[in-house]
């Protein structure tokens, strides 16, 4: 059996590392304001959206939108130190939910348009909280790529949806019949 000194400096030297760990997520520089997220207001985003932005994983997508408005590129791709310390603090400090209300809130969709709120009126004519999960995954496959032209992929973005659905069905996110009613859906094209 271990002896209680020994212990002892087993719990000493673990809570020691922690507190480094934690002294540097929360002050070492990385640009990005500690709390980008908090300002986030989750009571806004109509359900069945952020229930498909939980199962979308936004949150990396949060990180990238956060340092691009803060932090200066450093050449090709994301400054890695910024994105891992901005996850981290964003997990940490506001949560996964604040995260994905921040990307759905800041995200381009395409057209010039950013946000879920803009894309309810322009592309969906409808008030924010009138979103349905079928307009909930169409936005969320646009957020994830905005390059594709809603009305030019047409068949190619019926089937995406259609599959974020069930994917989101098989996954207990939502049920299988809401999945199944959202799917019959007609498409709806941005601009249209």
Not at 99 to 122: K, N, P, Q
Not at 134 to 145: G, K, N, P, Q, Y
């Amino acid at each position: 059996m271990l002896s209680s000194k020994l212990v002892e400096r087993f719990v000493r030297l673990f809570l020691s590392l922690m507190l480094i760990v934690i002294g540097g997520l929360l002050f070492a520089p990385t640009g990005v304001p500690l709390r980008v997220f908090s300002d986030a207001d989750t009571a806004k985003v109509p359900p069945d959206l952020l229930v498909a932005a939980r199962f979308e994983r936004l949150e990396n997508y949060a990180v990238r939108l956060a340092i691009s408005d803060h932090v200066e590129a450093r050449g090709p791709g994301m400054p890695e130190p910024e994105a891992l310390l901005t996850h981290l603090r964003g997990r940490l400090l506001s949560g996964r939910d604040k995260m994905a209300t921040f990307a759905l809130e800041h995200g381009y969709v395409g057209r010039g348009i950013f946000g879920w709120v803009d894309a309810a009126s322009l592309c969906f004519a409808k008030l924010p909280e009138e979103l349905t999960l079928s307009d909930a995954a169409t936005l969320l496959i646009h957020m994830r790529s905005p390059s594709r032209a809603w009305n030019n992929q047409a068949g190619d973005l019926l089937e995406r949806r259609n599959a974020l659905l069930l994917e989101m069905a098989e996954n207990g996110d939502v049920s299988t019949e809401a999945a199944a009613a959202a799917a019959t859906h007609p498409l709806v094209h941005c601009g249209n």
